[in-house]
């Protein structure tokens, strides 16, 4: 470990820290989102600092603190606190702001002070990523998860930890040799990112984030010297290695946020006195147990943790809940260390497993009428059903509202779309469908409005769900769990999915116009082709089908007119058999109008709704596409200016103007950093897509196979439907005589 | 567009089924009897008119020989048609309907615009658009022909039109009748002896009827008249309707294909399976609406004139029984006024013989008309049912096959 560290620290330069660790909140919210791949870039930072620092328990401890007051006390105080303090001790500025963060408080102030202090070093870019790295590391999770309890979901964040850790090593092994190749983490993409966009929620990720990261700065200093091969054998070592951190982290984490939950009142807190004795006694309790956590690294210790949290669950009301996690999370650690130690191949299987035996059922049912004229809505009922460890119950149900749905999908679009990720899109508003409903006529064309879109939001969550990085985001185990969701805003309007469209069909055209991309990589040309002509077949296929369902319904409807017809024709017939023929003729008519009407539903919910939603998914595949030609081109842009400031440089010393000189010296050592950094983000971006997209093809395929064999299925009942009625009438016709 | 049936209707494209090969699926069940013997044996289609070859056999002594063909025209068929009607000795008889005007304008209009969509589709698109439209111009070629031939079996079975000079010579006569379409002139004249046709059947049909059978048929020919009209209109946009839904499934057929030719990974190689099973369902579907246009439809369209002409035989007598009445009133007057009592007596039993000779054969041409009515829909319906049968287990095998494989790749 040690060596690893120094390796890392002697690489990157971790004295600016305190700037540093300010922006380092936003850009660890969107690592978290990232899958592996981020993580690994993180990984060097907590590292370094405990190295510094040589004191990870103080830290830790000292971190939890401000945590805690960020929580309870108000924002102001944080801030001030904080502030003077950071210059002193790097460490705790880290941990002050993640913690001002988490409380949800006024986010942009503290980033904007940072900001001006970071622009007053010269060094501050460079700095700024490993910091900010660092910063994610364990003591931000811990801060972070606290902060997330305190919106009632204690249990979540502590059982992140160790899902990520299983689902993201393997990832990140898969990712290594990419990650190899990139010499320097990709910390930039944060700087580019306004924080401000990002809302509170996504702090929690950030715990998952390290723990991966871990796995991954390890390769990434050990092969950058030797020319960044990726051996498999140091890679394993470096986890093992990496591991023991890994888990101390994640049981530190769980145990924290439980803490937290307690009463301020707990035993611990006179424990936690003794230890910080300047601690607050809220404060103390948490940053007693942390500092138990991190100074023993050992497995059995969290056990202990456990016990005590079960000790003091009688007393809390959620006790109970939080008892069953803290247990998982201590159980993770042993399943990561296993996990790790195999070949990444193993690894890799394992995460397949974990995938197969992934079980969290959501269903969406009882849609109903809220409210009265055109302020009415409707609300679903979203079942989840599940063993997952991280959520509090194995069942539990929660009300919410369409635009709800659209705002999940901003805020899962806001924090991952940047890095890569395809983010399932909800089904779109419809003015027209919806009015319908509002004015309240209780047709079947509104009937079957709200069925398709209950399906729609059914699918849309499962997708969302059934993605490995997006089932972690806080965001999503709210929307399941949290039963008073606030009310999303800036969906009214517009329906997130047509706005982003919009959006993305502008920026497309745009960026197409000045972005001249030389590929490197055939690969993603290819592809983007590809999902190009896709789409493109695909709508022309969905204005098909749709037109079937509209001659499907209209021969519905003039099947049953003719079914009348009939029987007033056998009505009128004067020859008994020929009547009786005629009338039993116009009762299979009107079997056949219900039946062509059950295959229009069919190929409408099994066929058209199964296209509409792939349009729609492949409008975010594009959006990938197009999110990973930015961090190119943010890369290509920052290469040029590189490459303006070393000319100016080459100016100054030929002019001979010394002054100036050291000052574009810097200016060169900033855009280097940055140069590489950039770099790292369109690799990890890149790396990112690719998975991203093979993952979205599995889904397709299995999707479409299974919808589609549904669909024919739907069609073989007819056509046997179609059988019986025959064979009943043709009888009767061979009767007429 | 120029299309040649060679060797007849029975050897046409395989898009009808076998089973309705014979132009006569559309009706009815004539007795035949090989004295005389009529068919259409080719027809051509030119650019604004239908050329028919009619073929007839027969040992009649009336032809010169025993077999021999002739070039006819709608027009022509029109003419004999009218001849039928217009003669007062053939107003006891339900003349058979003419058939309807050869209408391929919607064929034509549709094939006109696809030549214009040729840029906008791709060569398989349009080649396969191209093929479905020229099925559908012979469909309705084939089904005008059978029309035309079922008028003239049906003159050719009817006991008394059999003898019809004009019919033989509409038969025999090697050259062209030079019968021509009606002017303006006599079009309206025709347009407003319907109206006070109209008129005066409203007028006649409210005269109640001394004969049971009569005013029995005459409300049961009524009814059913409007029924069977509504039926058939009703059944050809059913039918229109499934050959949309046919059409739908073809492009998406096609469309699957393009999706699957993509790239050989496997959704793709589903992708053309599933455009393969479409495209034969499709095809299935399509059967299943041509099918149900010559069962039912035709058979409906052809009630629907069948039944038009027997009320109009019903009008007639209708007309000669108030003509009857209307004469035995003068003859009364006559007498009470003992004047012209002699001509109102002659008058008086020329409308009672023409009255009675109509309600003779009308009672048994409206006998017989029942009979091949029940004949024929037993026929179509039993038929129809059949097609469907064979057609509903036929998409059920390729589904279920389909399906099999489908899974089996899963």
New interface residues.
Partial sequence: MALLYMATSSERSPPPFPEDLEPEPDEVGDQDSDDGEDIFLGADNPLEIKMDHSLPASDIASSTKPLSEASSAPVMDILSEPASEAFSAPMMNLLMEPASETSSAPMVDLLMEPASETSSAPMMNLFMEPASEASSGPMVDLLMDPASDDLKEPPKPDINPLADIINDAPLSEVKTPVAAMTQEPPSDLFDDEPSELFAEPRQSNTAKQQQTSIFDEPDEDLFSEPLGEALKKPQNDVFKEALAPVAKASNVCGPLSDNYNEDPTDIFTEEAITTLPSAVSTVSVNSKTNGVHSDEEEPDIFAEATVELSLDSPRNDRKKKEAAKPSASASAPSVSASASKPQPKTLEELDEEIEDKFELNISITNPEKVGDGMNAYMAYKVSTQTTLPMFRSKTFTVRRRFSDFLGLYEKLSDKHTLNGYIVPPPPEKSIMGMTKVKVGKEDNSSAEFVERRRAALERYLQRVVFHPSLLQDPDVREFLERDDMPRAHNTQALSGAGFLKMINRATDSLSKMTIKMNESDVWFEEKLQEVEAEDQQLRKLHIMVDSLVGHRKELSVNTGGFAKSVAMLGSSEDNTALSRALSQLAEVEDKMEQLHQEQAASDSFCFAELLADYIRLLGSVRASFDQRMKTWQRWQDAQNMLQKKRETEAKLLWANKPDKLQQAKDDITEWEAKVTQYERDFDRVSATVRKEVLRFEKEKARDFKKQIIKYLESLLQSQQQLIKYWEAFLPEAKAIA | MHVVLCQGLDDGPDFLSEEDRGPRAVNVDLQTDATLQVDISDALSERDKVKFTVHTKSTLPNFKQNEFSVVRQHEEFIWLHDSFVENEEYAGYIIPPAPPRPDFDASREKLQKLGEGEGSMTKEEFTKMKQELEAEYLAIFKKTVAMHEVFLCRVAAHPVLRKDLNFHVFLEYNQDLSVRGKNKREKMEDFFKNVVKSADGVLVAGVKDVDDFFE?EKT?LL??HN??K??S???D??I???K??AD??N??AS??Y??GT??S???CK??LK?SE?FEK?RKIEARVAADEDLKLADLLKYYLRESQAAKDLLYRRGRALVDYENANKALDRARAKNKDVLQAETSQQVCCQKFEKISESAKQELIDF?TR??AA??KN??E???L??KH??G??QL??S??GV??GD?
Wanted: positive net charge.
């Fill in positions: 029995h049961f009814e059913y029924r069977v509504d039926a209109a009703k059944s946009r059913m229109r309707s499934h949309s839904a739908d499934i492009r998406i469309t699957l393009t999706l993509q790239d990974t496997d959704v589903f992708f599933v099973l369902t029942k009515r029940v829909f037993r319906l039993v129809l049912a059949e469907e049968l509903a287990k998409n059920l589904l279920q389909c399906l489908l899974k899963t």
